[in-house]
């Protein structure tokens, strides 16, 4: 059992920067893989960004792919998801997801939610 919980959320403008982190309970952390995703008002969960529970995998959503950075520090239990050049259209609810096994970008592969922190992109 994993549970997860997501911090780092706020109101920015246009093309800051904002770290989303998330903290998970539970020692065998290092074995799962992590994912963020989010969800805007009246819009399905989508992926953002996985990595792989050594660090040595990534993948990003096309929409978010070279602003965004996912990384982790196992020994602090911590996933991040560093968001730089922020856009009105990355407003939403991010959430922190684990799952056991490989890297997948699919919602329904993974096991374990956290409850969401809001980004809000000021034009």
């Known amino acids: 059992q994993v549970q997860l919980v997501e911090s780092g959320g706020g109101l920015v403008q246009a093309g800051d920067s904002l770290r989303l982190s998330c903290a998970a309970s539970?020692?065998?952390?290092?074995?799962?893989?992590m994912a963020w995703f989010r969800q805007a008002p009246g819009k399905e969960r989508e992926f953002v960004a996985t990595?792989?529970?050594?660090?040595?995998?990534?993948a990003y959503a096309d929409s978010v792919k070279g602003r965004f950075t996912i990384s982790r520090d196992n020994a602090e239990n911590t996933v991040y998801l560093q968001m730089n050049s922020l856009k009105p259209e990355d407003t939403a609810v991010y959430y922190c997801a684990a799952r056991s096994g490989g890297t997948r970008k699919s919602l329904l592969a993974y096991d374990y939610w956290g409850q969401g922190t809001q980004v809000t992109v000021s034009s």
């Open positions: 990595i792989s529970w050594s660090g040595g995998s990534t």
């Open positions: 539970g020692r065998t952390f290092s074995s799962y893989t």
